[in-house]
T-cell receptor
Framework: AQTVTQSQPEMSVQEAETVTLSCTYD???????LFWYKQPPSRQMILVIR??????QNATENRFSVNFQKAAKSFSLKISDSQLGDTAMYFC???????????FGAGTRLTVKP | SAVISQKPSRDICQRGTSLTIQCQVD?????MFWYRQQPGQSLTLIAT?????????ESGFVIDKFPISRPNLTFSTLTVSNMSPEDSSIYLC???????????FGPGTRLTVT
């Protein structure tokens, strides 16, 4: 079974600063995807970034980037130039290609302070 | 991307009754899923909604309690049957596009059972 671990239940960062959210996972699969989702208080799940396991290059989406370390099974999210609108729960998720079902970590509650 | 709508957005139901939640996707997607999320917690996969056949349930979830239909590629329903207060939760529908391996989520249905 796949497990996803987010070891930081809560984090805070000052506006305009950079913050990194941690995620580790456990799997015996070779073909999978990793995701970061944002869930603001409105509870709408928003896809932030996606990484394909067979790609060594780290994914980047504007202010969001990941540090994917496949051997270490680590997938951290870096948010640069944090904005107040980044305040939300952030979930790390794993999906194996063979079944396409997604498993989520426990989440990290991020607060951006003005 | 895909836009997903859910109805109802929230409901308060009495113990012993059933509620059917509808999920509509604005484009054809290959796979649809149903999740449950307790307030402040992570998402737990209930089942994969298969078009034209029985849903595939995760451990701990059974068809008699959570019957699911998916009559076509863009629509699915989840019924929460014989409800008890323990069923109070947020239920989310999601859809996966296999051409991009991006999974999108509906806004969720907040269910309270009294």
């Amino acid at each position: 079974a796949q497990t996803v671990t987010q070891s930081q239940p809560e984090m805070s960062v000052q506006e305009a600063e950079t913050v990194t959210l941690s995620c580790t996972y456990d799997t015996s699969e070779n073909n999978y995807y990793l995701f970061w989702y944002k869930q603001p208080p409105s509870r709408q799940m928003i896809l932030v970034i996606r990484q394909e396991a067979y790609k060594q290059q780290n994914a980047t989406e504007n202010r969001f980037s990941v540090n994917f370390q496949k051997a270490a099974k680590s997938f951290s999210l870096k948010i640069s130039d944090s904005q107040l609108g980044d305040t939300a729960m952030y979930f790390c998720a794993f999906m194996k290609r063979s079944t396409n079902d997604m498993r989520f970590g426990a989440g990290t509650r991020l607060t951006v302070k003005p | 991307s895909a836009v997903i709508s859910q109805k109802p957005s929230r409901d308060i139901c009495q113990r012993g009754t059933s509620l059917t939640i509808q999920c509509q996707v604005d484009s054809q997607v290959t796979m649809m899923f149903w999740y449950r999320q307790q307030p402040g917690q992570s998402l737990t996969l209930i089942a994969t909604a298969n078009q034209g056949s029985e849903a595939t349930y995760e451990s701990g979830f059974v068809i008699d309690k959570f019957p699911i239909s998916r009559p076509n590629l863009t629509f699915s329903t989840l019924t929460v049957s014989n409800m008890s207060p323990e069923d109070s939760s947020i239920y989310l529908c999601s859809a996966l596009r296999l051409d991009s391996y991006e999974q999108y989520f509906g806004p969720g249905t907040r269910l309270t059972v009294t």
